[in-house]
């Protein structure tokens, strides 16, 4: 399936697309003209009293912020969180955001982890659909993270998990990675990562596992759709036209990046509803206040994975990491089988690949069993230290972690239990 673009950037439009046009450009000041010398004076005099007022408040801010530390600062000044989530309290210690862009921030890297877990307490009216539209967050990770809370009426004064800590896909650390089973895409950029909420192909129209590049931004792109998609709607009694140009009905929304892999495209949308969720005929859905910011900051030639890992493993100052990722509300016992599986077959390449690690049963199967995407610890490294009396070696944990559990068939082992 292939969608044809075209930009109708320098194209003729009509006037109401003009009038939109100019009412969605930034406002300026430079068609205000004075042409009365008094007036000019009178306007010169009152700017001077503003400016004199806003130096002295800002003066008296000043002195205020030097009395009162901001408690949302980390060592050198650096945000814990992004200003949209500034009054948001995080739910465990961590080093927060490097940078904040766009509306997602630049998370620290920290070995195979980023980000941290947030809350926020919900009010009357929010659903948790508008919810993921305001703070960049998919529907479906917000609903399996807070599966004892009504997605569509939260309530007021209800604590929410934001889930914005991640384990890091295992995959080159570069460009876009776009993981199709969490319906996140991760930006690596400035030596920390930014990570935004997807829309994905359906199971009809899955999107394609590539590697690709980004070759051309497009804003107000049109849409021709290809021939299979207007069959589908002839099919149901619809009409779609061979042309769809840019505007509130076009699908692809304001703006989109051209990929390499012919016909695909990450793009905004008409609907805002569905991002973070299989609704596409293959391409990848952004909101379009994220793809509108995206769009300006990644260059041509950025490389673009396209993976699928629904298990995601890694480790984090000595601490063993689990993310598992059912792919919908439902979680019927196949899928749970599936996943099992492929929790075993990663953990234990994994454990190969990095000897001494222990790892804890009972964690890695509420992982499992909730397959809600967010990280779990469930082990650390171990160090074999020689005895100086004897020729054993004994394991020692690592400096700074969490003791691990004892295994259940010796309650008195002072040994802990291994995965495998």
Known sequence: MAFSIHSERNSAETAASKLATSLARPATWGWVSIGNTQMVKNLNSGFALMITGLLAWSAALCVSAQETPQTGQARGGTPLESPAQANDNASEENPGPKDSRSRSPVWVLEGDLAGKLQMMTTRYEDTFAEIGTQRSLGYLELVKA???????????GTRITLPRKYVLPDSRREGIVINLAEYRLYYFRDGGVQVFPVGVGTEDNPSPLTDAEVTMGLESPAWYPPASIRAEYEASGEYLPRMIPPGPENPLGSHALMLSEDGYLIHGTNKGFGVGMQVSHGCFRMYNDDISRFVKEVPKGTPVQVIHQPVKVGLRNGQLWLEVHRAKEEYPDDEKERLWQQVNKVLEAYSEDNKGLEIQRR????AVDQADGVPRMIGERVTQL?????DSAGPTKSVGTEPVGRSSDNPGSTSPQRWF
């Open 146 to 156: 807070n599966p004892e809370v009504d997605p569509w009426l939260p309530g007021d």
């Open 363 to 366: 964690v890695v199967e509420q």
């Open 386 to 390: 020689a005895s100086r009396d004897d």
